[in-house]
């Protein structure tokens, strides 16, 4: 079972509202992961970072998304305002390789 | 830039029968190839994955896929299927040593009795 931990299960927002989640990653992962998953399955990839640095981001997180990952606290994904199309399942994996992903059970956003 | 195609967006199997779950990746360097499962409302979990060496890998649940580098495929595959293995599941693919994964679109998986 994964340790990965993900807070909270869901989130509801009005448009334009903040919304904020939380990852704790398994112990001693140093890379963690945000994607968000629509309805139709699809993955988009946010941003990574590998012990507290950004590796890698898309445009879409620049814009309205910002996330960290400081030491001794947990990684955290917000979203300055909420938009309908935001909502989808916030998924944070952590990973101590290339070599597999530990994902969380997400947390999903609805915004109305 | 890697990518994944899963052509089959539902597929239904009748409990006991054989399962295969296609999918096609697109990278010219070395792939890691992987396949994850989702349960409803759980986040993904590993199947198997494949770096090098033999084809065949095998993984949890009876669950084995094959790589074949002349069809960039990866297919997964169980010789019979249980009512619990009803979920999506997802292949993926990262270029060898790099953290960026690519997900297919996933294939909702139902067995019936």
């Known amino acids: 079972n994964s340790k990965v931990i993900q807070t909270p299960r869901y989130l509801v927002k009005g448009q334009g509202q903040k919304a904020k989640m939380r990852c704790i990653p398994e112990k001693g992962h140093p890379v963690v992961f945000w994607y968000q998953q629509n309805k139709n399955n699809e993955f988009k990839f946010l941003i990574n970072?590998?012990?507290?640095?950004?590796?890698?981001q898309i445009d879409m997180t620049e814009k309205r998304f910002s996330a960290e990952c400081p030491s001794n606290s947990p990684c955290s994904l917000e979203i300055q305002s909420s938009e309908a199309g935001d909502s989808a399942l916030y998924l944070c994996a952590s990973s101590l390789s290339v070599e597999r992903l530990f994902f969380g059970h997400g947390t999903k956003l609805s915004v109305l | 830039a890697q990518s994944v195609t899963q052509p089959d967006a539902r597929v239904t199997v009748s409990e006991g029968a054989s399962l295969q779950l296609r999918c096609k990746y697109s990278y010219s360097g070395t792939p890691y190839l992987f396949w994850y499962v989702q349960y409803p409302r759980q986040g993904l979990q590993l199947l198997l994955k494949y770096y090098s060496g033999d084809p065949v890998v095998q993984g949890v649940n009876g669950f084995e896929a094959e790589f074949i580098k002349s069809n960039s495929s990866f297919h997964l595959r169980k010789a019979s299927v249980h009512w619990s293995d009803s979920a999506v599941y997802f292949c993926a693919v990262s270029a060898a040593g790099n953290y960026k994964y690519v997900f297919g679109a996933g294939t909702r998986l139902k067995v019936i009795a």
């Open positions: 970072f590998q012990n507290q640095e950004v590796l890698q």
